[in-house]
C-alpha cells in the first residue's frame, strides 16, 4: 500500500458530543479534505485511494467507538501508515461526564453505545473503550470549560501552519478552584507568589493588565521561577522534538486563574516563542469570577 499523494493525516477521535464535529470543521477550514465516521478498519485503504488519485495532500479522518475493535483495528492501521512513511497526528477531545450528559440531553440525541439504563452508562463504557486510544493520542483537548470558538482556536494553532516550528505548545492559565485541565502534559502553581487580589486597586483587573503584569513579574521569586523553568522547558522541548512528540500542554495555575497565573502564562508564552516553540496561550478561567 502506498500514501504517495497524502502528505498528513490527522485522526481525530475521543468523547461523543466532546467536540469531534467541531475540530472536523476547522480542519476543513484550513484545508483538509474530512472523512467523518470512518470504520477503523478502512483508514489504510481510504489513505491508498486518496493517495493514487491525489484527491487532496492533507486528510482528515474522524472515527469513534461504535466498531466495537475499535482501538485494535485503528492501532494497527496507524502503525503500518506510519512505518510508510505518513506524517499522523491523533487528536482526542474530550470533557467531563456531567458535561457530556448535558450536551447530549440538550441535543436530544442518544448515546451510540448506550443499551438500557442511563445515558451515563453510555460514557462510562465509552470511556473505558477509548482509554488507552486516549494514552496514545499526539494531542488531547479538554473541552469541559472550552467553548467552539475556543477550541477552534487550539486546533488552528495546532495545524493551520506549515512545519517550520518542529513542536507547537499550548499554555493554559487556570484556577486551582475550578480543577486542574486534565489535558496538560506538566503542572505549575503560582499560589508561591503574592496575590494580587488583597490589592484593592489591583482586584478588579486581571493578569494581562499592566499594572497586575508589573505586580507578578516585580516580585522576588518571580524571574527566578521563570529562568528556572525556562531552563527546564529548554531541555524538555528539545528532548521532545527528538522523539517526534509535537504538542505540549503546560496549564500555570493560581487560586482562581484570573492575576497571577494570566501573568505568568503570557511570560513563559513569549519565552517559548523566543525558542522557535510556537505558542499559544490559553486563559480558560478569566471571566469566571
Known amino acids: 500500500m502506498s500514501s504517495s499523494g497524502v502528505e498528513e493525516l490527522v485522526l481525530v477521535t475521543g468523547m461523543t458530543g466532546a467536540g469531534r464535529s467541531t475540530v472536523a470543521k476547522v480542519l476543513e477550514d484550513i484545508g483538509f479534505f474530512v472523512v467523518d465516521n470512518l470504520p477503523p478498519q478502512l483508514l489504510g485503504d481510504t489513505v491508498e485511494l486518496f493517495g493514487q488519485n491525489h484527491v487532496a495532500t492533507k486528510l482528515g479522518v474522524v472515527v469513534d ?49 448506550r443499551t438500557e439504563g442511563r445515558l451515563l452508562d453510555g460514557f462510562r463504557v465509552e470511556r473505558e473503550m477509548l482509554r488507552e486510544l486516549r494514552a496514545e493520542a499526539d494531542l488531547v483537548v479538554d473541552t469541559t470549560r472550552l467553548n467552539v470558538h475556543q477550541l477552534s482556536a487550539r486546533v488552528s494553532a495546532a495545524f493551520e501552519s506549515p512545519d517550520e516550528h518542529p513542536l507547537r505548545a499550548t499554555v493554559v492559565s487556570f484556577g486551582f478552584k475550578y480543577g486542574i485541565p486534565v489535558d496538560s502534559d506538566m503542572v505549575a502553581d503560582m499560589r508561591f507568589l503574592p496575590n494580587p487580589y488583597w490589592d484593592d486597586a489591583l482586584r478588579p483587573l486581571s493578569g494581562l493588565d499592566p499594572e497586575v503584569i508589573e505586580y507578578v513579574l516585580g516580585q522576588p521569586d518571580a524571574l527566578p521561577f521563570l529562568d528556572q523553568y525556562e531552563e527546564l522547558l529548554k531541555t ?43 505558542t499559544l496561550v490559553v486563559h480558560r478561567d478569566l471571566g469566571r469570577e
Open 65 to 113: 467507538a461504535r466498531s466495537r475493535q475499535f482501538f485494535s483495528a485503528l492501532s494497527g492501521a496507524l502503525e503500518r501508515l506510519r512505518k510508510e512513511g505518513l506524517r499522523s497526528t491523533v487528536i482526542f477531545v474530550e470533557a467531563s461526564d456531567e458535561v457530556l450528559v448535558r450536551r447530549q440531553e440538550a441535543a436530544r440525541r442518544p448515546h451510540p453505545l
Open 236 to 278: 524538555l522541548t528539545d528532548g521532545f522534538v527528538r522523539q517526534n512528540k509535537r504538542f505540549l500542554s503546560l496549564a500555570i495555575g493560581c487560586t482562581g486563574g484570573r492575576h497571577r497565573s494570566v501573568a505568568m502564562a503570557e511570560a513563559l508564552g513569549e519565552r517559548l516563542r523566543a525558542h522557535d516553540v510556537r
